[in-house]
């Protein structure tokens, strides 16, 4: 027979954890009241993408395995030059297909240049302005819900199934970041903003470390000044996803994951709602840097209409790249069956991406900044000799 003592002593433990349970539930709840109703389609509308010969190319989407999200970031501001085709509906400054592996808990991500050439042709008829795919979502025929555009041209292209969408204002990185307090980032060269009108280079931030403000990281993910244009900004971006996921799994907490997600919120559209983002967000708490696989559409600049620049996406390397890294090896597709043009003349050669993952780059951003301390140390050190 149990001692009364020891049936108190139970009871108060009892007692004690049903009220942590009840705080807790208490707090999710809160959590949950204060962020799910902000999550919505929005003005990018009910995704319903057109997949009509999926079952003749065995290409599948929304299984248990397999889950496709589409995000992009949408600039409503006009571009370099001041143009606004989009006529302030927005256009796609950063698209990024990922495919999540939830059984194996891995990610493949697909990095489509917002330049890339999709023909003169975007859907119903409608001729594009630039060429370009940026300009898809926001004049497609689908005035309603955008996102089928863009998600429609997509497969069209690559033939790429989209089973969600999460589109993001890219004011919301410069928000983001600022709320986060910044992020550690390798930035693996100098980075350079040029004055149109004068030609004056403006250095926005050196190679090397630095805490990365939310003003800076919108410089760094828009900044097209390389000799490859978006296709190196591509790969600066890589940098930066890889500096945020390494923020976000080391550094967060339940309570600033909160506030983040409540600030950010304001500036998403999805088809998500709120607990399958929980699910997405646990999926990817397993997700190991090393197991997160990124790579550029493979092509180059090339010329249409005799003046507009574009970036052609090579249709057999393209091919190649997605069946090696995004489709079933028992259900390749081929060449031939992706919208792709064929044909163009590459003015400055062909760039093929072979791909590496987050767990690369962050091991070479690490690499770079041990080189430039070694470098630094010595610089010290040779002008103390000097000095002697």
Not at 272 to 286: F, S, V
Not at 321 to 337: G, K
Not at 340 to 369: A, C, F, H, K, W
Request: negative net charge.
């Amino acid at each position: 027979m149990e001692k009364p003592g020891k049936k108190r002593l139970l009871k108060i433990i009892g007692i004690i954890l049903a009220v942590i349970i009840l705080a807790s539930c208490g707090t999710a709840a809160f959590f949950y009241s204060q962020i799910a109703g902000v999550f919505d389609e929005g003005d990018a509308g009910t995704l319903n993408q057109e997949t009509e010969d999926a079952e003749e190319l065995n290409i599948e989407s929304g299984g248990d395995r397999f889950y496709n999200l589409l995000l992009l970031g949408i600039d409503y501001d006009a571009d370099d030059d001041g143009r606004d085709y989009a006529n302030g509906k927005g256009m796609t400054d950063v698209i990024l297909y990922l495919q999540i592996d939830r059984q194996n808990y891995t990610i493949n991500a697909f990095q489509i240049p917002r330049d890339s050439y999709t023909g003169e042709d975007i859907g119903d008829g409608i001729q594009t302005q630039t060429g370009k795919i940026n300009e898809v979502f926001a004049n497609g025929p689908d005035q309603e819900n955008k996102i089928n555009n863009i998600a429609n041209k997509i497969y069209d292209m690559f033939k790429l199934p989209v089973d969600d969408y999460i589109t993001i204002d890219m004011k919301a990185f410069k928000t983001m970041l600022n709320t986060m307090g910044g992020i550690e980032m390798y930035v693996p060269w100098d980075i350079v903003t040029v004055d149109k009108e004068t030609g004056k280079e403006d250095l926005v931030c050196k190679q090397g470390l630095h805490r990365i403000s939310g003003d800076t990281a919108e410089l760094i993910l828009r900044n097209r000044n390389y000799s490859t244009a978006d296709y190196k900004r591509l790969e600066t971006q890589q940098y930066f996803y890889a500096a945020l996921v390494k923020s976000l799994l080391n550094d967060y907490t339940l309570a600033d994951y909160y506030n983040t997600c409540k600030v950010v919120a304001h500036y998403i559209n999805t088809s998500l709602d709120i607990t399958e983002i929980w699910g997405l967000y646990a999926t990817m708490l397993k997700v190991q840097p090393e197991n997160i696989y990124i790579v550029r559409a493979p092509g180059g600049s090339a010329h249409i209409n005799g003046h507009q620049w574009v970036y052609y996406i090579d249709r057999d390397s393209c091919a190649d790249i997605l069946n090696e890294h995004f489709r079933s090896q028992e259900n390749p597709v081929s060449a031939e069956n992706l919208g792709l043009t064929t044909g163009q003349t590459y003015l400055y050669g062909m760039n093929i991406d072979p791909g590496r993952t987050m767990g690369d780059v962050m091991q070479e951003s690490e690499q770079g900044e041990a080189e430039l301390e070694q470098q630094a140390e010595s610089a010290a050190s040779a002008s103390e000799e000097n000095a002697a």
